[in-house]
């Protein structure tokens, strides 16, 4: 699987930005899709996560309110819509893919490790 993001860049703080997401596999609508970002020496941080049919959607409390994860199976897409952008959301945000079992993905969908392919990151800087 080959997952492609874009949509990042810089904003004023208040601002809004949309990433995307494109998979390269037509069976994208059988995987939990996330999105990560990472700052320089911190770990990688889970920002959301939608289920396979975009049925259920999960946040970070530091996020929670202000983003919205959604998805186009016909697409083959998953989105983030960032809105009231802060400083601290300043990061490389990657999207994600899980191919496990529906068990394996609710029980795992907020750790890194609960997904098997990855994007190459987008940057998105806030300015203060």
């Known amino acids: 699987v080959q997952l492609q993001a874009s949509g990042g860049g810089l904003v004023q703080a208040g601002g809004s930005l949309r990433l995307s997401c494109v998979a390269s596999e037509r069976t994208f609508s059988s995987y939990g899709m996330g999105w990560f970002r990472q700052t320089p020496g911190k770990k990688r941080e889970f920002v959301a996560t939608i289920s396979w049919s975009g049925d259920s959607t999960y946040y970070a409390d530091s996020v929670k309110g202000r983003f919205t994860i959604s998805r186009d199976n016909a697409k083959n897409t998953v989105y983030l819509q960032m809105n009231s952008l802060k400083p601290e959301d300043t990061a490389v945000y990657y999207c994600?893919?899980?191919?496990?079992?529906?068990?394996?993905?609710?029980?795992?969908?907020?750790?890194?490790?609960?997904?098997?392919?990855w994007g190459q990151g987008t940057q998105v800087t806030v300015s203060s």
């Open positions: 994600a893919a899980s191919t496990a079992s529906r068990y394996s993905y609710y029980t795992s969908r907020y750790s890194s490790s609960g997904y098997d392919y």
